[in-house]
């Protein structure tokens, strides 16, 4: 797969953030969109394997729209610099734990995890979480995953605890947390390797289990 096509469109798209340029390169947009859709579709069969709640998920559900929604946005630049997918059952649209991929040049990454459950679903996990404590705290304690995430994501945490939760419940931090989602950097040079998809799903069977538990939490 040609990633250096998508990167460096993606790259000149950067300083030309105007439609009159977007539209002079409608087709090198649309090979690098298609090369990133293909790119998607042949990772989510090895992810499906591992992670047989993503079914039938195509990457068209999965992508996210290059345009961006400006109405109530101070920065007017019509297009997002990068191309991503949120691989779950459902695709972008779901309420699912699943796995994010974000390709941009100097700046890409992964990540995974549920980003802003809707209440009742922030509700089951923390009280999952509650009532089992020692598994998700080995899971995030797992060597190799501490290696790759480092820690959940702190934003809009929650200064104080939750209502109805014990103070002095030994997890008590992780209860403030109003997303849990992982993140893990990748340099431009990762996705040069022919071995991406492997390299790509050693990452994801690490991360894996903690979707696993939020699923089985939540939903």
């Not at 090369?35 to 039938?56: C, H, K, M, R, Y």
């Not at 195509?58 to 991503?84: L, V």
């Not at 679903?121 to 899971?139: A, G």
Request: aromatic share 14%.
């Amino acid at each position: 797969m040609n990633f250096n096509q998508i990167f460096n469109f993606l790259a000149h798209l950067q300083v030309n953030n105007n439609r009159n340029w977007f539209n002079e390169h409608k087709d090198d947009y649309n090979k690098a969109r298609e090369t990133f859709e293909a790119f998607i579709n042949t990772l989510i069969v090895p992810l499906s394997q591992l992670d047989p709640a993503i079914g039938t998920v195509t990457a068209g559900e999965c992508m996210f729209r290059i345009y961006r929604d400006i109405r109530f946005s101070n920065d007017k630049t019509p297009y997002k610099t990068h191309f991503s997918a949120f691989i779950a059952n459902g695709g972008r649209k779901t309420r699912l734990a699943g796995y994010y991929v974000h390709l941009q040049p100097d700046e890409s990454f992964i990540a995974g995890g549920v980003y802003a459950p809707d209440p009742a679903v922030l509700e089951s996990i923390r009280n999952s979480i509650y009532h089992h404590p020692e598994e998700i705290r080995r899971i995030l304690d797992g060597k190799r995953f501490k290696e790759l995430f480092s820690e959940l994501s702190n934003e809009e945490k929650l200064k104080n605890p939750p209502k109805g939760y014990p103070k002095d419940f030994k997890e008590i931090d992780l209860l403030k947390n109003k997303h849990f989602v992982t993140h893990h950097a990748l340099d431009n040079e990762f996705f040069t390797k022919e071995d991406v998809v492997e390299r790509l799903m050693e990452i994801f069977k690490v991360q894996y289990p903690l979707n696993d538990f939020l699923n089985k939490a939540g939903y």
